[in-house]
């Protein structure tokens, strides 16, 4: 029987090709814990599984199934850096700051496919990035970010693209040029949150599916989680719910906003397919972006239909076919045999959101779409900052986050009425 997330429409290819996903327990009557997660995505098993190793007793919940919100369901693209280029980021925070976050992204680069191959993690890795321009007025600023990243930042591995050589790469000639990025990848997500939790659950620590938290309460010290069938009382709280935890503390809810992204998964290609035959995964240059790449079996996964608000779009598989004719016209009439949606939070500056948010309850989340790499990383900047060495979290607790402007009532139609704008930008 193929299983059906409750929260995000479709059954994506990643759960029909995950293998065999370990079902864990919903808890049962009330526990104690030195530290108490909630979320079981990339950042919550991540800092569940470096803490239990640590030898801290760790109760992780998760309302549905680990990986069931964006950790599961995305692009799998890793990325390189923050969300924004570092010269953006430079622009605003200085450039001291600015190598300081690139650091600790490449750190998080490395840390993710050491902690995969150290564990037997098989997560499909393949290298190779572009990120092309759909307007050719963005050109000068993709040749200026390559010789930025090889000389402020000490990272050769960016390289320029003329039209020629982007329509060759992709197999399109839709975009302008680009930029290569040779030192990263994607993967398949499900795969490392499967894998994860593992390790987690391997080193002690307790996960629990279907346990969805209903109330938080800090008090004496003391931090108590609610859920339908129990409760746990814990010395520290990590709150790591991205996009799925609006109602339960509205800090977060305040900072991060959930935006709804949508992937198809095609019929395999076949070998002779003129479609990215280096295998790099892609994103455009666009503010509601298209981002697509090869899979393992040689199909086209492709995502970029958006949505700014908590309902589900129809259609997903029509909406999606559109977009790859766009791309590749003679992929006009290609099967779709897979179409997901999920949501992801978002923050006004595209940044992660970081903060004790109450006493000894920390939230992490808000990536901004470039959480595959951050989000785990951000598990292990948790488990140091319990284990006394809080500086590297600091790092992004520090940064500035403004909340949506708006208040509760008002700051979803803005949103709407802000990114509806920008995407029509796109397209002039």
Not at 55 to 70: F, K, T
Not at 389 to 415: C, S
Request: hydrophobic share 40%.
């Amino acid at each position: 029987m193929t299983y059906q997330s409750p929260i995000s429409p479709g059954y994506s290819w990643y759960e029909a090709t995950v293998g065999d996903r370990p079902e864990y327990p919903p808890l049962d009557g009330d526990r104690r814990a030195d530290v108490a997660i909630i979320g079981g995505g990339f950042t919550g098993l991540s800092a569940a599984a470096h803490l239990a190793r640590m030898g801290v007793d760790v109760a992780l919940i998760e309302a549905h199934r680990m990986g069931d919100g964006a950790s599961g369901r995305n692009g799998g693209q890793l990325g390189t850096g923050q969300r924004a280029w570092p010269e953006e980021i430079e622009a605003e925070l200085g450039y001291t700051r600015s190598k300081a976050l690139f650091a600790l992204a490449e750190e998080a680069k490395a840390h993710l496919l050491q902690f995969a191959e150290t564990n037997g993690i098989e997560i499909d890795y393949v290298p190779g990035h572009l990120s092309v321009a759909h307007k050719r007025r963005y050109l000068d600023a993709y040749r200026a970010h390559a010789d930025i990243m090889r000389e402020r930042y000490s990272y050769p591995h960016i390289t320029f693209m003329d039209e020629k050589e982007t329509a060759e790469r992709l197999g399109s000639t839709l975009y302008f040029g680009g930029v290569r990025d040779t030192g990263t990848g994607h993967i398949h997500p499900l795969k490392l949150v499967v894998g994860t939790a593992q390790v987690a659950d391997s080193s002690g620590a307790h996960l629990f599916e279907e346990t969805k938290a209903t109330g938080i309460e800090a008090a004496s010290g003391k931090v108590r989680i609610t859920t339908p069938r129990g409760t746990i009382t814990a010395d520290k709280c990590l709150v790591a719910t991205d996009a799925y935890g609006a109602d339960l503390e509205p800090a977060s809810a305040a900072h991060m906003l959930p935006i709804g992204s949508f992937v198809g998964a095609t019929v395999p290609l076949g070998a002779e397919s003129s479609v990215l035959p280096g295998g790099e995964s892609v994103d455009d240059s666009r503010f509601v972006v298209r981002y697509f790449r090869k899979s393992i079996d040689g199909r086209l996964l492709f995502g970029g239909r958006e949505v700014y608000s908590k309902g589900n779009p129809k259609e997903i598989r029509a909406q999606i076919g559109r977009q790859i004719a766009e791309v590749y016209p003679f992929l006009r009439d290609v099967e779709i045999t897979h179409a997901w949606g999920g949501f992801v939070g978002i923050t006004v500056p595209r940044r992660p959101f970081v903060r004790e948010v109450m006493p000894n309850v920390i939230a992490a989340g808000g990536y901004s779409g470039h959480g595959v790499m951050l989000a785990n990383f951000m598990g292990r900047l948790y488990a140091e900052a319990v284990g006394g060495n809080r500086d590297r979290l600091k790092l992004f607790e520090e940064l500035k986050i403004p909340p949506f402007p708006g208040g509760t009532r008002l700051r979803h139609v803005l949103l709407f009425l802000a990114l509806n704008w920008y995407a029509l930008r796109d397209r002039i």
